[in-house]
């Protein structure tokens, strides 16, 4: 059996990131056998709920002082990152720094943001075939989400094989190009694979038979799932102006807490209706 390395970035430990634990717990008990999971807080809400986390998995409390805000300004005229991006770059760093500590222990690594998860049971040696065989020499698989105007690689959820953690190197960055209608990108980026070592990754595409919203609930290489808004609003996305024109994009709020509401109730069922293939 394969060892896994998991590890997910919270933004704390109160009552709601409670219930996406144990969602993803949930998820990868389906899922990934002999997974080893990792949950990084980057504040605390109380101590009731930094107890209630280690009860149930690993818990990585990093350093939480704050950082100084770049002087780069974003389309809007705004500072970048915003203090939340400076504290999710830290946790993703803070995975890397556990993976790497552990590159000798584990037959891969998979990286989640809080509201994502596999979906498909024993999805690791059907990834790793494709890796390694149908699409040979590939490090690592991240989505690709055109569907949010994104060219960059989205660390949401990202599985690498040992080689590759000695090129990753997470940074709040730029991309040149620009999105796909040609605004400026700023966000996360993941090192070399971004730029290039691009040959060296497998995309993992949306592939949602039935699509609920065009940014929420996705389902990426009908292994993963990424809730899209689990720990801030959706109405937060680069892509509200693009959405606000046609009818899909109206009422964002009011859908999140509906598709949050329904994944909540049963899991299964909603994502057994968004992957739509011939799943379990």
């Not at 998991?6 to 109160?14: E, G, I, K, L, W």
């Not at 040609?182 to 730029?195: A, F, H, R, S, V």
Request: one cysteine or more; charged letters at 20%.
């Amino acid at each position: 059996m394969a060892k896994i390395c998991v590890a997910s970035v919270y933004a704390n430990d109160d009552a709601e990131n409670q219930k996406w634990l144990d969602l993803q717990l949930y998820w990868l008990s389906k899922t990934t056998p002999g997974a080893e999971h990792f949950a990084i807080i980057m504040e605390n809400a109380s101590k009731e709920g930094e107890a209630a986390f280690r009860n149930k998995t690993n818990v990585i409390i990093p350093d939480r002082s704050p950082l100084p805000r770049t002087k780069m300004l974003g389309d809007r005229g705004r500072p970048w990152p915003p203090p939340c991006g400076h504290s999710h770059l830290r946790g993703v760093n803070t995975a890397l720094d556990l993976f790497k500590k552990g590159v000798a222990d584990y037959d891969g690594f998979l990286l989640l943001d809080s509201d994502a998860f596999p979906v498909m049971p024993d999805w690791y040696p059907l990834l790793t075939h494709v890796m390694k065989t149908v699409n040979r020499g590939k490090d690592i698989a991240i989505p690709l989400r055109f569907e949010h105007l994104e060219q960059r690689l989205h660390s949401c959820i990202l599985f690498c094989l040992p080689v590759a953690l000695e090129h990753l190197d997470f940074q709040h960055e730029k991309m040149p190009q620009g999105d796909l209608i040609g605004l400026t990108e700023l966000d996360l980026t993941i090192g070399k694979y971004q730029t290039e070592l691009r040959d060296r990754v497998f995309p993992l595409l949306n592939s949602n038979q039935h699509k609920v919203h065009p940014l929420l609930s996705m389902v990426y290489y009908n292994m993963f799932y990424h809730h899209g808004a689990g720990s801030r609003p959706a109405s937060m996305r680069g892509t509200n102006n693009y959405w606000d024109f046609v009818k899909a994009g109206r009422n964002i709020l009011h859908q999140q807490k509906q598709f949050t509401s329904q994944l909540f109730e049963d899991s299964p069922k909603f994502i057994r209706y968004l992957r739509g293939w011939d799943c379990q």
